[in-house]
């Protein structure tokens, strides 16, 4: 069974198709980068995958079972979540407790846990905080932290959820290469044992990360294989020099 399948997925927005007979699939605990230039439909299909969007056609399937069409938060609960590419944490709130906000479970910092849960969610969280490099920072508000540090939280927040599926879209913008490539190192290392899809524009780390690429453009499937193979891929290759050419 998939973790992740879709059947002609597709979906219109007045006439304009977005993402078209898109057949997908995901292996459990599989790492997979989509790549794809602008407006390929990459974070349309996330929105897809997520709830955010409802597909005019095709079907998703999530460890077998449809949820295509439930809502966001189902589909969260049931266990898929996502970092999106811009800031979302709370700036006045410190580290720790921004991922007791996300962590499973918990109605935010003001529910009054139980002792033993308290005690087991704060075991969780140091370790997430160990992992994302921010323990010694854990009673800084998220405000001052340098802007690979707030990606990195809210990778924290986004593991503090406890989800199988991880979605991250474009999480190295604005990054400086260091940053970029500890963000690299961060994705291997937290998610591990998770499903993952990455969607990135940055080739350096997709080159550090990526293990299957699938490429989209216009909406529809292009290529799929080892980042090797789909740069040999004569159709990428000649969608990416259109690209290079009218920039
Ligand atoms: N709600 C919407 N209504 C109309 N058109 C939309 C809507 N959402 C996306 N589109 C269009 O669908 C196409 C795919 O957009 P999408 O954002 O999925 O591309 P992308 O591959 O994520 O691009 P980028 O790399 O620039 O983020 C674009 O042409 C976009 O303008």
Do not use: C
Not at 22 to 40: C, S
Not at 225 to 234: F, M, Y
Request: charged share 25%; hydrophobic share 35%; net charge neutral.
């Amino acid at each position: 069974m998939y973790a992740l399948e879709t059947k002609g997925l597709s979906v219109d927005f007045n006439g304009f198709k977005a993402l078209t007979d898109l057949d997908f699939t995901l292996e459990k605990g599989e790492l997979r980068v989509i790549l794809g230039p602008n407006g390929a439909g990459k974070t349309t299909f996330m929105d897809l995958v997520t709830g955010k969007t409802k597909p005019t056609k095709g079907e998703i399937l999530f460890n077998g079972k449809k949820i295509t069409r439930m809502s966001p938060s189902d589909i969260s609960s049931m266990g898929i979540g996502r970092k999106f590419q811009g800031p979302n944490l709370f700036e006045n709130l410190t580290v720790t407790e921004n991922l007791e906000i996300a962590y499973k479970g918990s109605n935010g910092v003001f529910s009054s846990l139980l002792f033993r849960k308290k005690k087991e969610m704060k075991n969780q969280l140091e370790e997430i905080l160990y992992q994302i490099g921010l323990y010694e920072r854990r009673y800084d508000d998220a405000a001052v932290l340098s802007h690979g540090q707030k990606q990195w939280l809210e990778m924290g927040m986004l593991l503090a959820q406890d989800p199988e599926l991880v979605i991250l879209d474009e999480p190295t913008t604005g990054m400086t290469a260091e940053e970029t490539f500890k963000t690299g190192e961060l994705v291997q290392s937290i998610f591990k044992g998770r499903s993952v899809i990455v969607v990135e524009h940055d080739m350096a780390f997709v080159r550090q990360i990526a293990k299957k690429v699938t490429v989209l453009h216009q909406g529809q499937h292009l290529a799929e294989g080892s980042l090797a193979q789909v740069e040999r891929n004569k159709k990428v290759q000649e969608v990416y020099l259109k690209e290079e050419t009218h920039a």
